[in-house]
């Protein structure tokens, strides 16, 4: 009953967006993390490939595995590294590395060295992020440390931005300036990886010369913007549509107590509807009293606590409503649409959190 439709032609047209904001030389990794952010790594992975997407991104070596053995055979950068465990399983399904720790460079390249192979990494470089990477100062004496080891190709330099989706540039700028140095300093060194990057979504779009020639959007391939101020800019498409059906409704006189805790108690003689999703498909409790669904294109509230797989929403407001009828909780309907901007801001997150957090329970449909 509760679906998750997920329009590849709306991920066609965000690809092309973001392309047109790319140097044409640029190459292309598409994000594909988290279940390409909860659409479904594969399928999605899939079309960004016929799409020409150069690279694929995942965060972790089981990502990386996960779309090899769906046939996805376009490099493949795992952004958060290798683990020490995972060295022998990424040159099996030949996936490319972040590096960023001299006793990981180590072991891969004990490993490949072992296999007779070179294996292509990427430095991962901490301009100002403050997460993972190699401190922009201490690069150099890292890939110095990195180059002598034989079985190790240094194929890119990537960093990323903390604050690249925000109105001010300057800290962005900053990052920046540190890469450049860093650029600077390998060029110094001799060493000249066809690689370099650090441009996030929100970078393509407000920082063009962070785009190097390596690009690595996530988020805007999904629709969503990462900040409001970017809506001017592109016009995207929301790929999720995540909807379910009435399941159950009901007339209640006033005064009665909806869900758990009876948080709500209504007003007037109302009509309550039943929808079946709940926490467990990642319809987040902290929507309980705060949501809004659509319904014959009209918003509505949730009312009560949300339960592990059930929202009740009041449609005493909406005429001819019935069981079976159509509710979108995140998408569009008859020309509203609810994005999942807007939840996260309903609950105090932003859109990544919301699309990643839709359940496995919820059936992904392809559409176009
Ligand atoms: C998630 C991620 C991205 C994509 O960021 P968006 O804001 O979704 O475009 C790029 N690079 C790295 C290292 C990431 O972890």
Redesign the pocket.
């Known amino acids: 009953m509760t679906t998750a439709e997920i329009d590849l032609g709306a991920l066609d047209h965000n690809y092309h967006q973001l392309r047109q904001l790319t140097y044409p030389t640029v190459k292309f990794?598409a994000?594909v993390?988290?279940d390409a952010?909860g659409h479904g790594a594969i399928p999605v992975s899939k079309r960004l490939e016929e799409l020409g997407a150069d690279f694929l991104?995942v965060?972790t070596v089981q990502e990386g595995i996960e779309l090899r053995n769906g046939g996805i055979k376009k490099p493949i950068l795992v952004?958060?590294g290798v683990y020490q465990e995972e060295v022998e399983a990424a040159l099996d399904y030949h996936l490319t590395p972040?590096l960023y720790r001299w006793d990981i460079a180590e072991v891969l390249a004990a490993a490949a060295s072992a296999r007779g192979i070179k294996v292509p990494i990427h430095i991962?470089v901490d301009t100002g992020m403050g997460r993972i990477g190699v401190l922009f100062e201490e690069v150099p004496a890292f890939v110095n440390h990195v180059r002598k080891l034989e079985n190790l190709e240094i194929e890119g330099i990537?960093s990323?931005f903390s604050t690249?989706?925000e109105k001010s540039a300057s800290y962005a700028e900053e990052q920046l300036r540190r890469f450049l140095q860093v650029i600077e300093e390998m060029k110094k060194l001799g060493i000249h990886p066809p690689f370099y990057?650090i441009?996030?979504?929100?970078?393509?779009v407000n920082l063009p010369a962070a785009q190097f020639t390596v690009v690595?959007?996530?988020?805007?391939?999904?629709g969503s913007y990462?900040s409001t101020s970017l809506r001017d800019k592109v016009s995207l498409r929301q790929v999720m549509c995540w909807k379910s059906r009435i399941a159950d409704l009901k007339k209640v006189p006033t005064g009665y107590p909806i869900s758990y805790g009876r948080t709500f108690v209504t007003q007037r003689p109302s009509l309550i509807a039943a929808i079946p999703v709940g926490y467990a498909d990642g319809y987040n409790r902290l929507l309980s009293n705060r949501g809004e669904v659509l319904v014959k294109g009209k918003r509505t509230p949730v009312v009560g606590r949300v339960c592990m797989d059930w929202t009740m929403v009041d449609v005493t407001n909406i005429s001819g409503v019935e069981v079976g009828e159509e509710v979108v909780l995140m998408g569009g309907q008859l020309g509203d649409e609810i994005t999942p901007e807007e939840i996260g801001e309903w609950i105090g997150t932003n859109s990544?959190e919301i699309l990643c957090s839709v359940g496995k329970r919820v059936q992904r449909i392809y559409k176009g």
């Open positions: 990794l994000v993390k988290a952010y991104g965060a952004l958060s972040m991962k990537a990323h690249a989706d990057h441009a996030n979504s929100a970078a393509v690595r959007p996530g988020i805007m391939l999904y990462p990544y």
